[in-house]
């Protein structure tokens, strides 16, 4: 664990950039100061770069038009890999045909309809459609009533056999300076405990998310893992999950880890990132400027 | 383990019974069918007996007002032993001033209140008055929306280092013949793995219900353990806790345990109980009808 | 919370002090320098106290005798209440013919010999008796073989349904300043998960520790819980413990909780002593010396 | 999910077959009769196969050479992907100096060895060393003494901030028709239970495993997922693993899942095979004997 003053000098050791979202490009308020340089520099040096997020909200076109309308064009929709299109990915291999029911917004599910199923809102489900729901999915934490159709999820999941999948494994996330949101990760997990199953979980640190992005770049140009960094704010998801497949990581101190607690966290956790960065943006200087 | 066809000859070797209430006593379609004539040969035969159940959602009054109501009068409140009274009984000793923000019911609150603490729903926890809150206690799942007050909570746990007692450990509970409600006890699950923080949980298999049943029998006449039963359809609450306290038990099939299920779910747990019989029911020959 | 300079002024606000051993009395080099001072206060003051301790490694009566040892003679052996004697009370009351096997020392059995079971070593387990062990029991992690005697166990819970108690709880114990020993509660734990049964469990934080503490001295004198203070250093099973059975607590800095840690893990784990103090030894000014 | 009769039809509709090895090819008493016949099948249609193993205690080399001591040819090194494999890859990418110490037996540590990096078993580790240590893996079950190796993997992890490595994360392993052995993953939970540090950990149900073999398929032809399948004994690792990736899975049941609990077992787990078969085998007239 090396601790670096300069991001520049980590993307000049690298060839593909891997970013968490959350805490590294934006917080709450918005796209981190001075970030767009960041982004300038790596097409300055014609590097790779992804964005690698637990998100199931909504479909990496509308995530990357939350950056665009933020004024950062550099996060076009190929450029985002979310725990979402896992979970789209699953849908097109395993579940043929019937109903998806889902827990979400119509926004989250129309996102997986254009796999071809139909989905269908958990409120909706009722005896007559019972039979024909073949898979269930936790997409988000918004757009159903919480009372009436968690239970109606626990009892949806004992009277079916099928698989059950979270879309975004995160317990939490920020909403404000001060206060998180309950994620819908929390909730499968509450309900997972109650229903005894085994529930199927996309997102990091699981080797899945960062499997599927090396596999787009593998589709155009040769790499290994050893070109690879992957850039996090988080220990538990984003260096815990870069370092077991393999990748170098980067822990920066904009989002959930304090500059403070930044060792201790490591020490207690024995999650060891490679470096240990302010953040991930550049200063005028690096352009030039 | 022994097999006994006949609840009486349970009854005749022990001077006091303890029962589970759901999948004993009553089930969701009301009392079970002669479950009057245990008590009416408890009271014949001079035994004594105390109805132990993980229920924070009403006063002992009201709950025996249920019983009431259905035509069953031996169950009087000071019968009655419930997760709620130990948490009242918690509040009493630990927390001396200020407001015990809660989840729940205002008649669940209701009955907190008569220890002189100033009670007050989650929903109505602000700024003004976030730094009074000396508890916060997890009494039932209704009475609160789900969605903002279980966000609130988590951020209440985050900014006040408060002790939270969940008054009934159970996870869910039956509302019909097939369906199961999430119960108060997995809520608190979910929000202590997501604050992270350890709560006070009271109910069983938890010893410190049958303590508080015991220590009453004893303030008017002496009592061993070896002269207790406790009676109840659940091997993880009533029969790991009965046995754990030094208790015999008693496993019925009336409820959660089903009378094909029974033995592999024993094997499968560990959990033995001393006997295992159809139901807590006598037949009308027991009372010499 | 209130931190407080002088442990005196806890010991005169109440009648009955219950002490953790380890980490409060004593250390892994000794008894912890000057705490005579504070049990000659205690004797003078016509104060009650007991050594409320997860420890099943020997009797009471060995126990006491080395502290006698180090020339500490107030604790006999009826002021120590250990985990291994709730182990004692449950096969008194549970187990009534057979073999209860055990994992430990001859001297941690020998202890529970006296209620009359016949205890074997799970090595001396085989063919020709494992049709008579009705329980097992983790006493020690010293007194046999590791790697034989834990796949022993393995094997002999899903041979045979039967209770398996253990007798303590805590994960490690301390060796010396820098290094950790796993104790037998790590070793049972790992086999509870091996097998998926569910394991009986005594020692703090469990209530029933303090229960039985409780029952003695109501057995010569009136009590109540406002009258009792529980002394401890760890936070998870003394502070945690104390606190659910409704007694005021008392976090010392002379074991687990480092004085420039306390607080942050206070806040991380939300259990809360009533009062911090840097250790439970007086000054010798308190002696009026 | 699908009863099959005939494994051949299985074969038929796939290009490769992904194979689990305990419980699919052989048992604690050899090699499933008859096997031999599904692999020469397999060669005579030109079908892939991989035998993808949670197993770290020997190379690929070692492993195939098991296979053909028991007649068995087809199982050639190249074919076997293991979980101590994913181990060597993450050293070789993530540790780049200093001694890895290992629990396990030298076999399994000469297999690591290849990589460059110095080994040494936990015994070995003392304070003349302990600073060069870089990592720790767990290996295999045998080889070290638990008693003072496990005490002292312990101490190692909580002075030293490095990856430790989970090589096989298997709690059990059969040794017999009745009797299980504690794997390297039951010792290594333990571990990190007591330590409270995140472990890496590799072997199904993890995708990292299936991934591996899919990426040695792609260096050399075309595949999608839709043309492989994974067979399996083990609802929890081959099942879940290889549905979670977007494999097709078969249940074969001359393992760990006995015919008359499969259905059970999928009810209470909720992780669903494609198919279920019996076994593996091919009578004679699949090769038209």
């Excluded at 966290?265 to 960065?277: E, M």
Aim: charged letters at 20%.
């Amino acid at each position: 664990m090396k601790r670096i003053e300069d991001f520049k000098s980590i993307i000049d050791r690298y060839d593909v950039i891997f970013f968490d979202a959350f805490g590294v490009l934006k917080t709450h308020s918005g796209l981190v100061p001075g970030i767009e340089r960041t982004f300038a520099y790596l097409t300055a040096q014609n590097k790779e770069y992804y964005i690698v997020t637990n998100d199931a909200s909504r479909s990496p076109a509308k995530l990357a038009q939350s950056y665009h309308d933020n004024g950062l064009w550099a996060v076009s929709p190929e450029r985002i890999i979310s725990s979402g299109m896992l979970t789209k990915e699953y849908l097109d291999l395993k579940v043929n045909d019937g109903i998806v029911a889902y827990l979400g917004t119509t926004e989250s599910a129309h996102y997986l309809e254009s796999t071809g199923i139909h989905t269908m809102p958990v409120r909706d489900i009722d005896a007559s459609n019972i039979d024909k729901v073949n898979a269930l999915v936790f997409m988000d934490d918004e757009g159903f009533d919480w009372f009436s159709d968690l239970n109606k999820t626990v009892n949806l999941l004992r009277k079916r056999t099928i698989p059950a999948i979270v879309a975004n494994t995160d317990k939490t996330y920020p909403i404000s300076q001060t206060d998180l949101g309950i994620a819908v990760g929390g909730l499968a997990g509450m309900i997972e405990n109650i229903v005894g199953k085994k529930f199927i979980q996309f997102g990091k640190p699981d080797s899945q998310m960062f499997m599927f992005a090396y596999d787009i770049i593998r589709d155009y140009r040769p790499i290994s893992k050893k070109q690879i960094v992957m850039v996090g704010d988080t220990l538990q998801t984003d260096i815990l999950g870069g370092n077991k497949f393999g990748l170098d990581t980067v822990l920066v101190l904009t989002g959930n880890t304090r500059a403070e607690d930044a060792e201790n966290r490591i020490t207690a956790t024995g999650i060891v990132p490679t470096y240990i960065c302010a953040s991930a943006v550049l200063g005028p200087e690096a352009l030039g400027l």
